[in-house]
């Protein structure tokens, strides 16, 4: 990238929902503040937010482009390819970073041969997804084989940059922290804001994804123990099928000063999800002091420490058994819990994301070494 004038970066995603929305927010905000020239480029699904909203959320000085919504998903990506290369061509950009499965390997293919530096953050590797068939899975695997000798994966966390390497046999890899701002992490953790049960709270979509048939099934085994609350939105025929009549506090998604409510309430925080890229939910909850109950996956072992600020469990026996524990020990939960923010503080904000983006980038960091901007901040 030019270093005589502000670098022009552009953010692309086929997936501008849920997480997605709030990473590309993150990094998109902090390039603004480091000094660059951004722009968002998305298409339209279901659970894209409105145009307006996008506007109230996004950075003012991020240009959102016009989104593309040519009327499902395969027409949708055939216009995002067109689009691409278009841009491309016209060098209208330094950088192109694309986000989530879809965008990766579509703007990586369209982009095969252009100038223009190109980029992939895949926030959960799609052949991990267990709720695709196996040859699906496979297929999604080959892709991604193929497309990893194109550009440079960016990932958040050391889980996906094993998989990168071993599994993918990445070209090149770097490695770009993510989390919250640490303006929300507090220093101390105080007692927990409220009086009566243990209060054990997720927060996510409810989606197959989220298992929520485990947090229902844990809930039942210690029903009398303990409050469970699942804060997020989903399909009523889902969620009569997943939570049934278990004993299941079901919120819809709330604002975020809402949010910080619950989080001052909460006691506990169980996340049995079966795959995930880096969850900012499971971030949030520990940054405001929340020991955490969660599966043995990518994204979830990376952000928990086993036995210091949470479980990391592989079996719904052993996910009951240590919600178990901590909602008897109040001591191990504030213990717990006072680790579990000094973690975030050191490895989970997001205050460096734009600095550090920059220098992938601009190939400033050493080859072959992920963690080179994490340790060059720290020296």
Not at 211 to 232: M, T
Request: glycine share 8%; proline share 6%.
């Amino acid at each position: 990238m030019s270093t005589s004038r502000a670098p022009r970066v552009l953010h692309v995603t086929e997936a501008m929902g849920g997480g997605i929305v709030t990473f590309v927010d993150s990094i998109s905000r902090r390039q603004v503040e480091a000094g660059a020239d951004v722009g968002v480029l998305y298409t339209v699904r279901p659970d894209t937010p409105s145009r307006e909203t996008m506007e109230e959320r996004f950075h003012p000085s991020v240009r959102l482009l016009t989104p593309i919504d040519a009327g499902g998903t395969a027409k949708n990506t055939l216009a995002l390819m067109t689009k691409l290369r278009r841009i491309a061509r016209a060098g209208a950009y330094d950088a192109i970073h694309l986000h989530s499965s879809i965008a990766g390997v579509a703007g990586r293919l369209a982009l095969t041969g252009v100038r223009t530096p190109v980029f992939y953050s895949p926030h959960g590797f799609a052949f991990l997804r267990e709720s695709s068939p196996s040859i699906v899975r496979a297929a999604y695997r080959a892709l991604e084989r193929v497309c990893a000798r194109k550009g440079t994966l960016v990932v958040t966390s050391a889980g996906e940059i094993d998989l990168a390497e071993e599994s993918l046999h990445a070209r090149e890899v770097r490695y770009l922290q993510s989390g919250v701002p640490i303006s929300t992490v507090p220093e101390t953790v105080g007692p927990r804001e409220h009086d009566g049960p243990v209060v054990v709270v997720t927060t996510a979509r409810i989606t197959y994804q989220k298992a929520p048939w485990r947090f229902a099934a844990i809930a039942k085994a210690l029903e009398g123990r303990a409050r469970f609350v699942w804060v997020g939105g989903g399909a009523d025929a889902d969620i009569e099928a997943w939570i049934g009549d278990a004993p299941v506090e079901l919120k819809d998604w709330v604002t975020p000063e809402e949010l910080e409510k619950i989080f001052a309430e909460a006691d506990i925080f169980l996340f049995p999800t079966l795959w995930e890229g880096m969850a900012l939910s499971l971030i949030q909850a520990q940054g405001r002091g929340i020991p955490a109950v969660t599966t043995d996956v990518v994204g979830n072992r990376d952000t928990v420490l086993d036995g210091v600020t949470g479980y990391v469990r592989g079996s719904d026996a052993a996910l009951i058994e240590a919600t178990r524990e901590l909602i008897e020990s109040p001591d191990l939960r504030r213990t717990m819990g006072i680790a579990a923010v000094q973690r975030v503080r050191e490895s989970f904000t997001d205050d460096p994301i734009g600095v550090d983006s920059l220098a992938i980038y601009r190939g400033d960091l050493p080859k072959g070494d992920p963690f080179a901007a994490v340790r060059l901040r720290s020296s």
